[in-house]
């Protein structure tokens, strides 16, 4: 496999994603409580990842472990930025 210009854009957006979804999970407790509430959803990885530990009875404190947390960031950077491509990809085709 080659490395095209394809490739490398689309590992430079799941690693800013990454690291944009890491930050702001740090970041989202100094937020004032309105705020806060607003936002909750953008650590939507970091929930479904403790609530899977919980079930799966990993005994992982995902909250508490920031390689899981960065783990779990990763790991739904990398499937939204899939999906996204693959479904641009397809509109393309298509024209």
């Known amino acids: 496999m080659t490395i095209t210009r394809r490739y490398i854009k689309l590992i ?3 690693t800013l994603l990454t690291v944009l979804l890491t930050w702001f999970f740090y970041a989202h407790e100094t937020f004032p409580k309105p705020l806060r509430a607003a936002t909750a959803l953008v650590g939507t990885p970091v929930a479904i990842a403790s609530g899977l530990s919980y079930y799966l009875k990993l ?6 472990t920031p390689w899981a947390v960065v783990l779990s960031n990763l790991t739904f950077s990398a499937l939204l930025v899939f999906l996204a491509d693959k479904f641009f990809n397809k509109r393309n085709k298509d024209k």
């Open 59 to 64: 005994g992982i404190p995902v909250y508490d």
């Open 12 to 14: 430079s957006a799941v």
